[in-house]
């Protein structure tokens, strides 16, 4: 492993509610080798959700702060409202010292860390079908239906971008998606 390399920087995306968060917590719960990223946003912290674990939840004038430093590998507002990021230095550290490192995060900001990091493993995730889409989105109950119809809108174009990625993995079943994923890694997959 070269100083200037970074092979065991993993980015997996995908459209809205293809599964990301569920694939990313039973990879944390699984395999402990593997570093798992904390995005920073300002949004509120859904039900459950702890600060520095499923998130570093700050506010907008903090956020923008980090971004105007440089301190962000990526960010990006979605869906129109709240702002999203991994802070680079966390990735860079982590990569450094040799860990399997896993950044999931939205389309935007895989096509940032893109430019920045192009050697790092592109994965994309998705559904089995547009209709299982749907049906998991809405099934969640946690947006509106207003909300519900700006993210299906938002999740056609993210499925356009596929073929931007190195690697697709179907979520059809969480644990064999994800012993794919960190067979990518390099990892061996544990045995069920």
Do not use: C
């Not at 798992?36 to 506010?59: I, M, N, Q």
């Amino acid at each position: 492993m070269t100083a200037k390399s970074h092979p065991t920087v993993t980015v997996l995306a995908g459209p809205t509610a293809v599964g990301k968060g569920t694939i990313s917590t039973y990879i944390r719960d699984n395999y402990p080798e593997v570093w798992l990223s904390v995005s920073a946003t300002t949004r509120d912290p859904r039900p459950g959700e702890k600060d520095g674990v499923h998130y570093y939840f700050v506010g907008p004038e903090a956020f923008a702060q980090l971004v105007e430093e440089g301190q962000m590998l990526e960010w990006a507002v979605v869906h129109g409202r709240n702002s999203y990021g991994t802070i680079r230095s966390k990735v860079e550290e982590a990569a450094a010292a040799g860990k399997h490192v896993l950044l999931e995060i939205d389309l935007q900001g895989a096509r940032q860390v893109k430019k920045s990091m192009p050697e790092a493993k592109f994965v994309f995730l998705a559904p089995p079908s547009w209709d299982e889409l749907v049906r998991r989105l809405v099934g969640r109950g946690t947006e509106s239906a207003e909300e519900q119809q700006r993210r299906l809108e938002t999740a056609k174009l993210e499925l356009a971008a596929e073929p931007e990625f190195d690697v697709t993995i179907v979520n059809d079943d969480i644990r064999r998606a994800a012993d794919e994923l960190v067979s990518l890694m390099g990892l061996e997959p544990h045995a069920h």
